[in-house]
């Protein structure tokens, strides 16, 4: 009797340990998301003292990259610095950034505050619409700027 009663002890304990376990397993955080900084430091990239840069993150195994880069190069003025950051030649600047998914463009004022970005494909009304809007707040009706 007293070996089965410290069995059941064993057992009950050993229970009790496998379900804090699975609980404390199923509230690690699960990814949703892919890296977007924040803020960059402008003198990484060309033209530091430009009001505003539109830095397109590439790669050259991304096919949908060469697309995403022509239609933002328009995009550059004396206001305006389109930059492009691709991977294998700019790795140090994918690094300290945490880019991990291209193309992104990101939309960045002459502090290097990251104003807009956008992920994925995007079209060059959206491209423009997102700098004519950080540009000028309200400029774009509401209907054009979404992603």
Not at 12 to 17: F, I, L, R
Not at 104 to 120: K, T
Request: proline share 7%; glycine share 6%.
């Amino acid at each position: 009797m007293e070996r089965l009663l410290l069995l059941l002890g064993i057992a009950a304990a050993a229970a009790a340990t496998a379900a804090l376990l699975q609980r404390r397993t199923d509230q690690t955080p699960v990814r949703t998301g892919w890296t977007v900084p924040d803020q960059v430091r402008r003198s990484d990239f060309t033209r530091p003292d430009a009001p505003w840069l539109v830095a397109v993150f590439t790669s050259s195994t991304c096919r949908t990259c060469t697309g995403v880069l022509s239609r933002a190069l328009p995009l550059e003025s004396p206001e305006v610095v389109v930059a492009e950051v691709e991977a294998a030649a700019d790795r140090e600047v994918h690094d300290r950034y945490g880019i991990d998914a291209v193309p992104l463009v990101l939309v960045i004022d002459g502090e290097g505050v990251v104003r807009d970005h956008h992920l994925g494909p995007v079209s060059s009304t959206h491209l423009w619409a997102s700098l004519a809007e950080v540009r000028q707040p309200g400029s774009v009706p509401g209907d054009c700027s979404a992603s």
